[in-house]
């Protein structure tokens, strides 16, 4: 897989680099297809165990990571040793806004439970802990997920840092915002996550030129409009089918949809790194399990991180008192914790522009999906360029034509029918019903021919 260039971890001249620290043996839970693992690697860690129950992400992760041990169940997995570092990336489907927002209570987000059932269990108890999963859940329930991760956390003693990081900071042209945790209990977290700090950039705007992307699939509350960038890759969509971003392209006039082997790549993967999930599943499994993923330079910079931390300044941190709101990013220590003000940008590489990021050929968006979604757009409450819209009109008029053709078709058949059945009829009155009747179609026929 390529290496991701980090010359980006230049520091404040203030700031002061601490020993370098050696490599770790990783333990990847809920792996996916590997997105924090990969990130970990490239940064010289070594995966020694994954664990992962969808038989098509543990076909990706047998062929990627090849010759670590799969273990297809968390649930079954008893212990863990001689592990430095325990990951896991646990299910959000119930803590995520697109999802059903169960909580950290949810079936599938319940799961964590087992990542502290491990981590009693190893023998040594890792150095590292690192969780992931979606901001959202510092807001749902009133952040009970994050306080729950964070309460189990502090009762085994350890101290923690956590941080919300966008997917731009790492030059990827994608809009995807995930909370890293990390914990231990000999070492300090925040050094490795809160250290780095770029600032968040001003967000591009549409200036008549830039390429948009945007969710086809959506439309009815919004299409995740972003600018020079693609909204965050997701599971599924509104209308049940894979998701699949499209990029508008506003000076030549042309709406497409993406290749997958792109979409791997704005997670950061090598273009085909999902292949192997069709020797298990089905060809839209492999976007959902790109949409699933951690984008791998998050667990690049985490992982060059913990063998290069940097002192942390916390000493204008304010506490963080019992009521407050999560904010973007917090650490805590024997019983105390703090809000930062670390930005969702530790590094800050330049952004190539969407459509120079883009390597594989397009499909133009089908007049069918154009329809529909001009058609959810006018029932829905969702703002977007004037000019998009004239384009999407261009491209769903061939879908109107195409519907007029078979109406036309299907009147002819009808007047043809009619007509024998004029033949047939004895009785006058009849007669002149059918004749009634053949006239209406046949104007109605006319006029669909003069208007196409
Ligand atoms: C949010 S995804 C993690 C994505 C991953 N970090 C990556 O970068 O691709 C959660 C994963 O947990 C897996 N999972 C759910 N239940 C599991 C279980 N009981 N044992 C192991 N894995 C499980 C899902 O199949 C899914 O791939």
């Known amino acids: 897989m390529a290496q991701l260039s ?5 520091r404040s001249p203030e700031a002061r680099s601490l020993p370098p620290q050696p490599p770790l043996r990783v333990a990847g839970l809920f792996a996916g297809v590997g997105g924090i693992e990969a990130g970990l690697h490239q940064a010289g860690h070594s995966t020694s165990l994954l664990c992962e129950i969808d038989p098509a992400a543990s076909a990706v992760l047998h062929a990627r990571f090849s010759g670590v041990p799969v273990h297809p169940d968390v649930m079954c997995l008893e212990t863990l040793t001689d592990i430095d570092l325990l990951a ?32 009693d269990a190893a023998s040594p108890c890792p150095k590292w802990v690192l969780l992931e999963n979606v901001p959202f859940m510092l807001q ?28 731009r900071a790492f030059g ?53 409009w972003s600018v020079e960038c693609v909204p965050p890759l997701k599971v599924g969509s509104g209308l049940g089918i894979p998701s699949s971003p499209a990029v508008w392209d506003p000076e030549a006039g042309t709406i497409s949809t993406l290749d997958i082997r792109d979409v791997e790549r704005l997670q950061g993967f090598d273009a085909d790194w999902t292949e192997p999930a069709l020797t298990k599943g089905k060809r839209g499994d492999r ?55 670390a930005s ?37 409450s969702t703002n977007v360029p ?16 195409r ?17 024998t059945a004029a033949r047939r009829a004895t009785q006058v009155a009849a007669q002149v019903e059918i004749s009634e009747r053949i006239r209406l179609l046949e104007r109605r026929l006319e006029e669909s021919e003069r208007a196409s």
């Open 287 to 341: 976007w959902r399990l790109v949409g699933n993923s951690v984008s791998v330079p998050l667990g690049n910079w985490v992982g060059t991180c913990l063998r290069s931390p940097t002192a942390y300044d916390p000493r204008y941190d304010p506490p963080l008192g019992e009521l407050s709101k999560w904010p973007n990013a917090a650490w805590g220590e024997s019983g105390k914790r703090f809000a930062s003000s």
């Open 6 to 10: 980090l010359t980006f971890l230049g």
């Open 140 to 167: 749902l329930q009133h952040g009970k997920g994050m306080r729950l991760l964070i309460e189990e956390l502090e009762a085994r003693g350890f101290a923690w840092a956590y941080r919300v990081v966008d997917t």
């Open 403 to 419: 519907l007029a053709g078979v109406e036309r078709q299907r009147l002819e058949r009808e007047i043809v029918s009619l007509r």
């Open 386 to 401: 004037q000019r998009f819209l004239t384009n999407l009109k261009v491209i769903a008029a061939e879908e109107e034509r």
């Open 172 to 224: 990827l042209p994608h809009r995807r915002q995930r909370v890293l945790v990390l914990a231990s209990k000999t070492e300090c977290p925040r050094d490795v996550l809160l250290s780095m700090d770029a600032g968040e950039p001003n967000p591009p705007r549409f200036d008549g030129a830039a390429v948009c992307s945007f969710y086809w699939t959506e439309g009815h509350r919004g299409v995740g």
């Open 344 to 380: 969702m940008w530790p590094v800050s590489i330049a952004l190539p522009r969407l459509h120079e990021f883009l390597k594989h050929p397009v499909t133009p968006l089908s007049s069918r999906a154009a329809a529909g979604l001009l058609k959810r757009i006018a029932n829905g």
């Open 88 to 119: 896991a990336g646990f299910p959000c489907q119930d803590l995520s806004i697109a999802g059903q927002r169960a909580g950290i209570a949810g079936r599938r987000s319940s799961l964590v439970s087992h990542v502290f059932r491990l981590i």
